[in-house]
């Protein structure tokens, strides 16, 4: 292995909130703590259980406040943490009442996909931050962002890496303690992601930011290695590959956690995941949607 590579790398899962909310169906809670309990198991420590949005925009997510109760209450309480999406003031209160310990807000680097996405310009998405962020500072809640559209927008197309360092070092000071830069449509190839890493590292420590990369193009793998090579040593992943971006037609899903682990097993790299525990999981939520399993990895060791 290259001296390069980080020795152990941790995984936020974001299969059940990134995932299913691009569902058309409702997924039963019950389902989504299965779900969840089967990644605890596997060993993932850092699971974006839901988000704290409107019903009437994202009805897949109304059950958040019963299934974060649920889960704080449950067997992986005191082992894994859950954070959970929230877009304003008004969705972190309410995670806060259900017993949020952990958010995450967003933004998009490209002002185009920011006014489709959320009605607004960049610059007034970040001032919708700031009551947000003095609140989970007065409560001791940790923020965590996502930069959307790191690479490119489906709207406007390529986005300049300074534009998405300076994002990203605007929500490093506003207090966000970790940056996950995202390819939202998956169009990136290795050497975009150097050059983009290249760019925020300047700006932003590596060590608070993740990578978030769709495999609309197939290359969500090698921009995990890229990544490795740069020093980045967090990554979002999606059990099975699930979801895909409502504002942005015929984009994949995240990185399928199971291919980021055999990738990192692969290269000697620690994620503390066993394996054989998260195709299980991928393999329940893939027969409760009622479709094979998006992940080649999860295909190809099924047919062993």
Not at 17 to 35: C, F, H, M, S, Y
Not at 116 to 135: G, H, T
Not at 154 to 161: H, W
Not at 187 to 196: A, C, E, K, S
């Given at each position: 292995?290259s001296?390069?590579?980080?020795?152990?790398?941790?995984?936020?899962?974001?299969?059940?909130?990134?995932?299913?909310?691009?569902?058309?169906?409702?997924?039963?809670?019950?389902?989504?703590?299965?779900?969840?309990?089967?990644?605890?198991?596997?060993?993932?420590?850092?699971?974006?259980a839901?988000?704290?949005?409107?019903?009437?925009?994202?009805?897949?997510m109304?059950?958040?406040?019963?299934?974060?109760?649920?889960?704080?209450?449950?067997?992986?309480?005191?082992?894994?943490?859950?954070?959970?999406?929230?877009?304003?003031?008004?969705?972190?209160?309410?995670?806060?009442?259900?017993?949020?310990?952990?958010?995450?807000?967003?933004?998009?680097?490209?002002?185009?996909?920011?006014?489709?996405?959320?009605?607004?310009?960049?610059?007034?998405?970040?001032?919708?931050?700031?009551?947000?962020?003095?609140?989970?500072?007065?409560?001791?809640?940790?923020?965590?962002?996502?930069?959307?559209?790191?690479?490119?927008?489906?709207?406007?197309?390529?986005?300049?890496?300074?534009?998405?360092?300076?994002?990203?070092?605007?929500?490093?000071?506003?207090?966000?303690?970790?940056?996950?830069?995202?390819?939202t449509?998956?169009?990136?190839?290795?050497?975009?992601?150097?050059?983009?890493?290249?760019a925020?590292?300047?700006?932003?420590?590596?060590?608070?930011?993740?990578?978030?990369?769709?495999?609309?193009?197939?290359?969500?793998?090698?921009?995990?290695?890229?990544?490795?090579?740069?020093?980045?040593?967090?990554?979002?992943?999606?059990?099975?590959?699930?979801?895909?971006?409502p504002?942005?037609?015929?984009?994949?899903?995240?990185?399928?956690?199971?291919?980021?682990?055999?990738?990192?097993?692969?290269?000697?790299?620690?994620?503390?995941?066993?394996?054989?525990?998260?195709?299980?999981?991928g393999?329940?939520?893939?027969?409760?949607?009622?479709?094979?399993?998006?992940?080649?990895?999860?295909?190809?060791?099924?047919?062993?």
């Amino acid at each position: 292995m290259s001296e390069a590579l980080p020795k152990r790398v941790r995984i936020v899962e974001v299969g059940p909130r990134d995932g299913l909310q691009n569902e058309t169906q409702v997924i039963p809670t019950a389902v989504k703590l299965e779900l969840i309990g089967l990644l605890a198991q596997a060993g993932l420590r850092n699971i974006e259980a839901t988000a704290f949005v409107s019903p009437r925009w994202v009805p897949q997510m109304a059950d958040h406040a019963e299934l974060l109760g649920a889960l704080h209450s449950g067997p992986h309480a005191e082992t894994a943490r859950y954070p959970v999406l929230t877009p304003n003031l008004r969705g972190y209160e309410s995670a806060r009442r259900a017993g949020a310990r952990e958010v995450a807000v967003f933004a998009a680097a490209s002002e185009a996909f920011s006014q489709k996405n959320i009605n607004c310009s960049i610059a007034q998405s970040l001032q919708r931050f700031e009551p947000l962020m003095a609140a989970a500072q007065a409560d001791g809640v940790a923020v965590r962002a996502y930069v959307s559209c790191a690479v490119g927008c489906p709207y406007s197309g390529p986005v300049a890496p300074a534009q998405v360092a300076a994002l990203a070092a605007e929500l490093k000071q506003m207090g966000c303690y970790e940056i996950s830069l995202g390819d939202t449509i998956g169009v990136g190839t290795p050497g975009q992601i150097r050059q983009l890493l290249d760019a925020v590292a300047a700006q932003v420590p590596m060590a608070c930011l993740a990578g978030h990369f769709h495999d609309t193009y197939g290359q969500a793998v090698a921009n995990v290695y890229a990544a490795l090579e740069c020093g980045m040593t967090v990554f979002d992943a999606s059990v099975a590959g699930l979801g895909g971006c409502p504002y942005a037609p015929g984009a994949s899903g995240n990185v399928a956690t199971e291919e980021l682990v055999y990738l990192c097993q692969g290269l000697d790299i620690e994620t503390g995941v066993d394996l054989q525990q998260l195709l299980a999981a991928g393999a329940y939520i893939c027969a409760q949607l009622g479709r094979v399993n998006p992940s080649k990895l999860a295909r190809a060791m099924a047919t062993k």
